[in-house]
């Protein structure tokens, strides 16, 4: 699995006009699901991003979690995370997974962050989204399960 986790004041998610998800202090997740990826995935990042300290500290240090601070998190589906752009000028897509894995891991996902008392959004899965967010810092990481095992 690939994410990009950014550090946001708010993020907010509208389908079709409608607000689907929004949230205030916390993180944006894209998530983007592999066709390698399985259950040990959704487990390792969630709990990597659930206990990355990326927030600030008294003294400003990034020293606090999720958790510390009681940050929301959105969290957005997102295959083109698997794009590869070596060949030709369009992206291919074949390492990511088909849409009933990519939902199946993408909800266990999101479940495994509420499970820890996180207060979860989301965007729509295989909509088309319009996500916006104030990014707090910045502060952007990409975080890939492949790297850890």
């Given amino acids: ?23 205030g202090p916390g993180v944006l997740i894209l998530l983007g ?25 008294a003294k ?4 606090l979690s999720l958790t510390d601070v009681g940050g929301a998190v959105m969290v957005v589906s997102q295959f083109t995370l698997w ?4 060949k030709g000028r369009r992206p291919s897509f074949t390492r990511a997974a088909p849409p009933d ?11 495994l962050l509420k499970e820890k008392g996180l207060t979860v959004a989301t965007g729509q899965f295989q909509a088309m989204m319009e996500v916006s967010l104030v990014n707090d810092g910045p502060v952007t990481m990409i975080l890939d399960s492949e790297k850890h095992f």
């Fill in 83 to 86: 794009a590869d752009c070596r």
């Fill in 33 to 57: 699901v592999g066709l390698e990826d399985a259950e040990d995935d959704c487990v390792y990042l969630a709990d990597k991003i659930i206990h990355l300290r990326i927030f600030p500290d």
């Fill in 1 to 23: 699995m690939r994410t990009v986790v950014q550090r946001v004041k708010e993020a907010r998610v509208v389908v079709g006009g409608a607000t689907v998800g929004a949230i």
């Fill in 101 to 111: 894995k990519a939902i199946r891991l993408y909800e266990r996902f999101v479940h």
């Fill in 60 to 63: 400003g240090q990034m020293n």
